[in-house]
């Protein structure tokens, strides 16, 4: 078990709209601030989804780019696109986002029922992610909805070899209705098959997002927090602000004696070319 613990913020996503929840950072300037609090309370990694003008997901490669350079020049998080983009979201575009150059990117390992839609990812179109992950040395984080996931990344890195940076880190997105329920019992089982070495965070969509955090934390796991899965703080109580949840998952991995990763211990962690600041 590592003695830190790496802390995800996953700030806005694709599903929830800004009229919902005034709160989710939409705006270039929003997500830098939302990344500069949460860095300051002890997120070391950035998972990152972008809006339009009109506040819609995208993943128009300019305003990615944008985005990068901008996160980069204002913290030192480790910057990880999403790849996963909205359920509508063609894979030519999908795959796309790793023209922006981004520290990491997310890469998940099937298909899965999403609430009422279906988050699609053929087998050959996770294959192409990996393969040109590998070649761009972008570091993927292996994203984890189901149990049939962790063989899919078995015959991945089975049949195409490890990833750029050589570790693999998984990320298990737990209680998306149509996925793997956020309890402990899914979560042992989902470790013990995860592969020999790889080490991984977990995150609790909703309601899910205690236990999930907890059982964790009690595992060995890492922590990834945020408005793209949660919006509610306590009964009744909508999330303020990112940074409150990265507040408290920072508070209880103190409590478990496993402080938050800086960002450059994640980096190591990750198997990510440390950068100077502003690069
Ligand atoms: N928005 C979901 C359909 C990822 O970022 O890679 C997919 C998702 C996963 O959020
Ligand atoms: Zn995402």
Request: hydrophobic share 45%; proline share 6%.
């Amino acid at each position: 078990m590592t003695d830190r613990t790496l802390i995800t913020v996953a700030p806005t996503g694709a599903e929830t709209a800004k009229a919902d929840a005034p709160a989710l950072p939409v705006t270039l300037d929003e997500l830098v601030g939302a990344a500069r609090d949460c860095a300051e309370l002890g997120a070391s990694v950035i998972h990152v989804h972008i809006r339009d003008d009109m506040a819609r997901p995208t993943l128009d490669l300019g305003r990615l780019r944008e985005t990068v350079a901008a996160l980069r020049a204002s913290t030192d998080l480790v910057v990880q696109l999403s790849s996963g983009g909205a359920v509508t979201d063609p894979e030519a575009d999908r795959l796309r986002v790793l023209d922006a150059e981004p520290d990491a990117a997310s890469c998940t390992m099937g298909t899965v029922n999403f609430g009422a839609d279906v988050f699609l990812n053929r087998w050959e179109f996770v294959v192409e992610l990996h393969r040109r992950m590998q070649e761009r040395e972008v570091v993927p984080e292996y994203e984890i909805f189901d149990l049939g996931h962790l063989a899919a990344l078995h015959r991945l890195l089975g049949r195409y070899g490890p990833p750029y940076g050589g570790h693999v880190h998984c990320d298990l997105v737990m209680g998306v209705p149509g996925g793997m329920p956020g309890d402990v019992a899914t979560l042992v089982a989902a470790v013990a098959a995860l592969p020999a070495g790889a080490t991984w965070s977990a995150t609790g969509i909703g309601r899910t997002t205690l236990p999930v955090m907890f059982g964790a934390l009690g595992a060995g796991g890492h922590l990834r927090v945020g408005m793209e899965d949660t919006l509610t703080f306590a009964r009744g109580r909508p999330v303020a602000r990112n940074a409150e949840l990265v507040e408290r998952a920072a508070e209880l991995a103190r409590i478990a004696q496993r402080p938050p990763m800086r960002p450059a211990e994640a980096r190591a962690f990750l198997g990510i070319p440390a950068r100077s600041a502003g690069q």
